[in-house]
């Protein structure tokens, strides 16, 4: 478990945001 990995993961969750605005994520 990288620390950085964390990181990655978070972004690629903003932008699953970004493009499907259907599932709201609280942060």
Do not use: F, I
């Not at 990288?2 to 599932?23: C, E, L, M, T, V």
Request: charged share 20%; net charge positive.
């Amino acid at each position: 478990s990288d620390p950085s990995d964390g990181q990655r993961r978070r972004q690629q969750q903003q932008q699953q945001q970004q493009q499907q605005p259907q599932q709201p994520q609280v942060l």
